[in-house]
């Protein structure tokens, strides 16, 4: 089972709060939700839930095809992700893969390829660009370690998927490694070939702003 954490997108990425207002972050999140979601039906490679109480993330996932497992509490991706693969196991799932809603350029190739990676037993982790954060994480046994994530994540994965004595392998996913939170991350959106639904839209908004391609000059830019 995918498993795609999504927090109330009302009150989406404060970190931009520099370049844009409320509307057009949620704008922006529901866009990178998206670009995730056709990703991941386009991969067709397994089953997948959002696990939300959003209701732009809920009907979302009608239109896919997707589950929704509730996320009643909106604390944090840790516990969301916690609660549903508890959920998962109650129902004989074996794996779990966990994606984030906001890495848009993610492609069905780079789903697939987790898939492939994957041994019998143990798990596949996909670091973010930094090598920090986490921005996949696939665990065979569903509940094979806990997840802890945020901005220094990928280190206590590595070594809880190491602690486990079985295979754990590396994958460096272009796709995956770019999660859309500050200015900088923007920018890397905005410039990176392609158009997909977050990138046009995020040129969009980046017109009316004096945009240069110096990440400090973009956090200092003001709508």
């Known amino acids: 089972m995918i498993l795609v954490p999504v927090k109330n997108l009302a009150n989406a990425k404060q970190r931009l709060a520099s370049l844009f207002d409320q509307p057009q972050r949620t704008e922006l999140a529901h866009a990178m939700l998206q670009d995730v979601l056709d990703a991941l039906a386009q991969s067709a490679a397994d089953e997948a839930s959002l696990v939300t109480s959003d209701p732009f993330a809920t009907q979302l996932a009608g239109q896919y095809g997707f589950h929704v497992i509730r996320d009643e509490f909106n604390r944090s991706e840790t516990d969301a992700v916690e609660m549903a693969t508890q959920v998962c196991e109650s129902r004989g799932i074996e794996t779990t893969l966990v994606i984030p809603g906001d890495i848009p350029l993610i492609s069905a190739t780079d789903v697939r390829a987790i898939y492939d990676a994957t041994p019998a037993q143990g798990s596949v982790l996909v670091p973010a660009a930094d090598k920090r ?91």
């Open 133 to 223: 954060g986490t921005n996949a994480v696939l665990r065979r046994p569903a509940s094979l370690f806990p997840l802890r994530f945020g901005n220094d994540s990928f280190v206590p994965h590595h070594a809880a998927a190491i602690a486990t004595n079985l295979p754990c392998v590396i994958l460096h996913l272009s796709g995956i490694a770019l999660d859309v939170d500050d200015p900088e991350d923007l920018r890397q959106l905005v410039e990176a070939p392609g158009e997909k639904r977050s990138q046009v839209l995020a040129r969009r908004l980046m017109a009316g702003l004096d945009f240069t391609p110096s990440g400090s000059d973009l956090a200092a830019a003001k709508p």
